[in-house]
């Protein structure tokens, strides 16, 4: 139909997500799909049990817009035992609808026109078009190479009065880099003294590896009081359609969130978060969820002896990148259709989480998968 209006673009250069596009790609040509991040395996049956068992009780209308406080109760003591902190259910405490609404309603609440965010990158891709549709600038931070660390002497000379924000992704995605104490410090000493919020985006915190100990930022009590932190039980969960996520911030910043929080969602599936509360009860499962993905990234990899691509090995989240100099001089999002295409194989392209598109020869693989699936994937990367 055509359009009788003219239209401004609020995002003239964003287009469909590479998420979207390569999972696409991969159903048009029936390409096995290590593209998108999600499990090809079911979530655990007692959780599916236990959010039928709460619709069969009639919890089917809304729920609160905070969330259920059965919910927040569980994140509270969950949070707590893991991290040391301890954050009020009733004032700082919000499911959201997954983490990147959190995420977004997060910058909406709290960003004004000219107010600049540092972001490192590669980034993931929901980050700058929130900060660009609030009128923030985004201040970007190229992660540095091959571990992907952040040099905080590079961030110290872009922090100035404008400075409102530093957005944090630990474990890291795409590159599955983690934060180590020594970044914690050298974020302490940055942000004193400032009114910097910090965005922690920690939905792979039960996905790390190698005996490394998840840096959250609630556990460090100078950074917590100015930190909002975004999780997903989701990705805990393996029900990633499930679209649940929650955020733990101190009071003041938790009432700004929901305050947009109240007209973007209102309120989360209700049924979903009494089920979610009562499985919190069972801390095995998340406690046991490093084991059980550093088990299918060391498939992965042993899978891939021999082959021609090159890797540093996860450090967390599910994700796995592989260098392919070796292969094509081809950039990486021309090499990904072509793995898709001719070869039946789905990934995603690093260099579209840069904010310049550098020519990096890198490709990000999802290895929350069967290792049926793992060993498939591995043999069409033999073949290259």
């Keep these: 139909m055509k359009t009788a209006v003219s239209l401004h673009s609020k995002l003239p250069t964003t287009g469909l997500s590479i998420f979207a596009k ?11 799909n290590l593209a998108q991040g999600f499990p090809d395996f079911s979530c655990d049956p007692e959780l599916v049990k236990l959010v039928s068992k709460a619709m069969q ?40 609808a997954g983490a ?8 909406t609440a709290l ?14 891709d929901c980050y700058e078009p929130a ?38 992704n630990s474990p890291h995605n795409p590159s599955g880099a983690v934060l180590s104490p020594a970044d ?3 974020l302490e000493k940055l942000v004193e003294g400032t009114e910097i919020i910090i965005l922690s985006d920690e939905v792979y915190e039960h996905i790390i590896f190698d005996g490394i100990t998840h840096e959250s930022i609630a556990k460090y009590p100078k950074l917590a009081e100015r930190s909002l932190v975004i999780s997903s039980f989701g990705k805990t969960y393996h029900n990633t359609g499930w679209k649940m996520g929650y955020i733990v911030a101190p009071e003041a910043i938790t009432a700004e969130i929901r305050k947009i929080h109240q007209f973007n969602v209102f309120s989360v599936n209700t049924p979903a978060q009494y089920g979610v509360a ?10 046991e969820l490093n084991a059980f993905y550093e088990q ?17 090995p996860a450090k967390g989240t599910y994700f796995q990148l592989l260098d392919y100099s070796t292969i094509s001089d081809k950039r990486d999002v021309e090499f990904a259709d072509e793995l898709t295409i001719k070869h039946k194989l789905a990934s995603i392209p690093i260099s579209v989480f840069y904010h310049n598109e550098p020519d990096i020869k890198l490709l990000r693989f999802c290895f929350a998968k069967g290792e049926e699936t793992l060993k498939r994937a591995a043999d069409i990367l033999h073949s290259l």
Excluded: C
């Design 22 to 32: 390569m999972s696409a790609l991969a159903r048009e040509h029936n390409a096995l």
């Design 57 to 96: 009780n009639g919890h089917n209308q809304y729920a609160p817009l905070a969330g259920v406080p059965e919910l927040r109760n569980a994140i509270a003591e969950k949070t707590g035992k893991l991290y040391g902190a301890k954050y009020n259910p009733e004032t700082e405490i919000t499911v959201t």
């Design 100 to 107: 990147t609404q959190a995420i977004f309603t997060a910058i």
């Design 111 to 124: 960003i004004r026109e000219d107010d600049e965010v540092i972001l490192f990158t590669p980034a993931y």
């Design 131 to 168: 900060i660009e549709l609030a009128g923030g600038k985004p201040v970007h931070v190229e992660l540095k190479q091959p571990g992907f660390t952040i040099d905080w002497k590079e961030v110290k000379k872009l922090v100035n009065r404008k400075t409102r924000m530093i957005m944090l």
């Design 184 to 186: 914690i410090q050298e």
């Design 278 to 287: 009562e499985f919190l009860k069972y801390e095995d499962r998340y406690r």
């Design 296 to 312: 299918k990234r060391n498939f992965f990899i042993k899978a891939l002896e021999g082959s021609k691509f090159k890797l540093i």
